[in-house]
Nanobody, 123 residues
């Protein structure tokens, strides 16, 4: 019914840049907030950046000044621009959305996750 699909991950050298995309599709009435999370091997999943429907943003301290979250409502897509990448940024990055489904499928509040995209930063 609702799907989030990430893209843009890959291998990059330290100091380089990548841009992740998260495309939403399906029976969505509204999206309240979206975010990017990451999970490194052996570590818990952590919030990287989030953006509300009104455009307010917040970032993990570890990425402030280096990462920028944005969204294009016309394209139903959220982005994460990652600059000055460090080896410690290596992780699987997940897209997350808190949304309400359309009335035709129950008008429910859901939390939805994408499948993840791997970012590897080499030193």
């Amino acid at each position: 019914q609702v799907q989030l699909v990430e893209s843009g991950g890959g291998l990059v050298q330290a100091g380089g840049s990548l841009r992740l995309s998260c495309a939403s599709s399906g029976s969505i009435f509204s999206i309240h907030a979206m975010g990017w999370y990451r999970q490194a091997p052996g570590k818990q999943r952590e919030l990287v950046a989030a953006i509300t429907s009104g455009g307010s943003t917040n970032y993990a301290d570890s990425v402030k000044g280096r990462f920028t979250i944005s969204k294009d409502n016309a394209k139903n897509t959220m982005y994460l621009q990652m600059d000055s990448l460090k080896p410690e940024d290596t992780a699987v990055y997940y897209c997350n959305a808190n949304l309400r489904t359309s009335p035709t499928v129950g008008f429910r509040v859901l939390e939805v996750w994408g499948q993840g995209t791997l970012v590897t930063v080499s030193s």
